[in-house]
């Protein structure tokens, strides 16, 4: 990782409050309707439940992180509650072969991490922002938070975890977002790909 951070490089914009942005209307929270799943090539070869009320009772711990997102806004110091993701890949361990999983959302949005970034100590699933309940517009009721990607990679309104034995790209990614998208190197775009290969 680079020295500067991200936003001191003069791109990113630091707007008021925290906006709102996805691809798609808000979803609407139904508990009754509502299970966190892990499947693809888990260890097991099992697939993995959770209702939102499992969720909750699940080890929970907080983080402190700016946002920053690929086309150049950034949020800074925002407090995230929710269950690391450790506890979740020891509950539903991956296979040996596991490289990358697929965070998969509401209305089929998703973001392809790599293993190590998604196993990465500051990863969270987030029920909390600074103290309070996710608004609707942020991603009620778990959102991913993948402090040291841009933001693209965490998606509001998560609702599985696919583990894949190779990569493949998300909804963004397909979209032209670099693949790894890294805010230190500035991996904004899928061309950059080509220059670190
Ligand atoms: N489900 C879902 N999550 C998403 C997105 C989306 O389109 N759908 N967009 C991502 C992108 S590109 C950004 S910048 C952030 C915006 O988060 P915010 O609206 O809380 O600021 O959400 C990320 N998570
Ligand atoms: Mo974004």
Redesign the pocket.
């Known amino acids: 990782m680079g020295g500067a951070r991200p936003w001191r490089r003069g791109r990113q914009v630091g707007p008021r409050g925290?906006?709102?942005?996805?691809?798609?209307p808000v979803p609407r929270f139904r508990v009754d309707r509502w299970s966190l799943q892990v499947f693809g090539a888990t260890a097991t070869g099992g697939k993995y439940s959770w209702s939102f009320d499992e969720v909750t009772a699940l080890p929970r711990a907080a983080i402190t992180t700016d946002?920053h997102?690929?086309?150049g806004?950034t949020?800074l110091r925002h407090e995230f509650f929710g269950v690391p993701v450790s506890v979740l890949l020891e509950l539903a361990p991956p296979a040996p072969d596991v490289t990358h999983v697929m965070a998969w959302?509401?209305?089929g949005?998703s973001?392809n991490l790599r293993l190590s970034d998604f196993a990465s100590d500051r990863t969270l699933m987030a029920t909390h922002n600074n103290g309070e309940p996710l608004t609707a517009?942020?991603?009620f009721p778990l959102r991913l938070v993948v402090p040291h990607l841009?933001?693209?990679k965490?998606?509001?309104?998560l609702r599985g975890i696919e583990y894949m034995t190779r990569d493949r790209r998300g909804?963004?990614e397909e979209r032209g977002l670099h693949n790894i998208a890294d805010p230190w190197t500035e991996q904004r775009y899928s061309y950059q790909e080509d220059e670190h290969p």
Do not use: I
């Open positions: 925290w906006p709102v942005s996805h691809y798609g946002l997102c690929a086309s806004t949020t959302a509401e209305y949005y973001a517009e942020h991603g841009y933001v693209c965490g998606p509001k309104w909804f963004w």
